[in-house]
Nanobody, 124 residues
Framework: QVQLVESGGGLVQAGGSLRLSCSASGRTFSSVAMGWFRQAPGKEREFVASIAWSGINTYYAEPVKGRFTISKDNAKNTVYLQMNSLKSEDTAVYYC?????????????????WGQGTQVTVSS
């Protein structure tokens, strides 16, 4: 079992920045990849970004490329999502996810375990 706790969400004006954090505990030694998904009201959950545990591979959804950056601190079992140039369409609940089994491509997280989510609201 892996437990995930997100933090860093909040209300920000369009063009602003936020940094989300996700701390993992439990069987973190078995983590293969970690990442973020988001779900806006009335929409399905969608992939945002992920990073392989080795740090070699990163993946981003097209709408966030160039604006969001995913990183991690293995010593702290924490993954971060730096979100810059935020837009109103980025408003959603952001969920942290971790894979403990290998997925293809390596580092593209699918979500064996999930956090509870943190709300990000971007005002225009």
């Amino acid at each position: 079992q892996v437990q995930l706790v997100e933090s860093g969400g909040g209300l920000v004006q369009a063009g602003g920045s936020l940094r989300l954090s996700c701390s993992a505990s439990g069987r973190t030694f078995s983590s293969v990849a970690m990442g973020w998904f988001r779900q806006a009201p009335g929409k399905e959950r969608e992939f945002v970004a992920s990073i392989a545990w080795s740090g070699i591979n990163t993946y981003y959804a097209e709408p966030v490329k160039g604006r969001f950056t995913i990183s991690k601190d293995n010593a702290k079992n924490t993954v971060y999502l730096q979100m810059n140039s935020l837009k109103s369409e980025d408003t959603a609940v952001y969920y942290c996810a971790v894979d403990t089994t290998l997925k293809i491509p390596y580092g593209r997280v699918r979500g064996d375990y999930w956090g509870q989510g943190t709300q990000v609201t971007v005002s225009s």
